[in-house]
Every structure is written in structure tokens, then in C-alpha cells.
């Protein structure tokens, strides 16, 4: 199992134009934050969810945490900043920059709304967003395996069928 901010590397290597993963100051639900920060999280939430339904087990040992903007892995939306500028590459597993490479493709044109949505869709998220201390915001995505292989089958059958 690796870790969210090896996955985040590898999102943020794989933008070269500087894009997506930017540091422009946006708000939303009553909050501030990079823009970049919050897609790049949105991006780590939905290949955990995926990553489970596919396999039944968790790609990245980090928890989650249910925020107003959606899931955030505190590692990385904390060390956002430094994550963009140290340019190392994650050694992972050719099967897991496979997978990592499949979610880049289908979530690169998603707006940053459309990702928070599709985070909001979580029933995970759902049930924990509104609570304040964040143990009680600590998400248990493995909970909810058979109902992320429903959510995501379709997302599974385009991934299968994409060219890289």
C-alpha cells in the first residue's frame, strides 16, 4: 500500500502545463483554499473509493477526512504547497501508476464543482461532513465496498477500456 502523498506526486508530475494542481485562491461552501489543493484531494478521494471497489482494499494507507468541500487527505491538502514544488517522482508499482494514470485521464477536464459533487456523492462523506472534531470527520471507506462497486462500475468498465 502506498501513501496519498505518493499519489499526489504522481497527479502533480503528470501536469505538466501547471493546470490543474494551481495555487489560485478560490471560495466555496463558506471556505477559502487553492483551488489546486482542493482538485488534487478530490482526485486522491476518488482513486481510494475506486481502488476499492476495484480490488476490495485500500490504495493508500492515509485516512480520509470528510470536509465541507469534500473528502481531504490531511497529509497532502496540509503540505499542498510543497508537495507542487519538490519535483520527485513516487516509486510505485507499474500496476499502481497504471491505475493512478486511468484516474488522471478521466477526472483532468472535471471542474473543480463537478469533482466536489461527485466527492458530495459519497455516502461516506454524507455521514461524516458534519461533525467538527476531525476524529469524528475520519472517513471508513472500506465500509462501504459493495456500494462503491455499484457507485463506480461504470467508472471501472471506461477505465478498463482507456488507452494509455
Do not use: C
Not at 501513501?3 to 466555496?28: M, S
Amino acid at each position: 500500500m502506498i501513501r496519498a502523498r505518493d499519489a499526489a506526486k504522481y497527479f502533480i508530475n503528470k501536469d505538466k502545463n501547471h493546470t490543474l494542481f494551481t495555487k489560485k485562491l478560490i471560495e466555496k461552501n463558506g471556505r477559502k483554499f487553492y483551488d489546486g489543493n482542493a482538485r488534487l484531494n478530490k482526485y486522491l478521494h476518488m482513486a481510494q473509493n475506486i481502488y476499492i471497489a476495484k480490488t476490495g482494499e485500500k490504495l493508500f494507507e492515509d485516512d480520509l477526512y470528510a470536509y465541507d468541500n469534500g473528502a481531504v487527505a490531511l497529509d497532502v491538502q496540509e503540505n499542498f504547497a510543497i508537495l507542487l514544488n519538490r519535483k520527485s517522482e513516487p516509486q510505485l508499482e507499474e500496476s499502481i501508476r497504471d491505475f493512478l494514470d486511468r484516474i488522471y485521464m478521466i477526472f483532468q477536464n472535471a471542474t473543480l464543482d463537478e469533482l466536489i459533487e461527485l466527492s458530495h456523492e459519497d455516502s461516506e462523506w454524507e455521514s461524516k461532513h458534519a461533525f467538527y472534531s476531525k476524529r469524528e470527520q475520519k472517513m471508513d471507506s472500506l465500509a462501504r465496498i459493495d456500494e462503491y462497486k455499484e457507485q463506480y462500475r461504470d467508472v471501472l468498465r471506461v477505465m478498463e477500456g482507456l488507452e494509455l
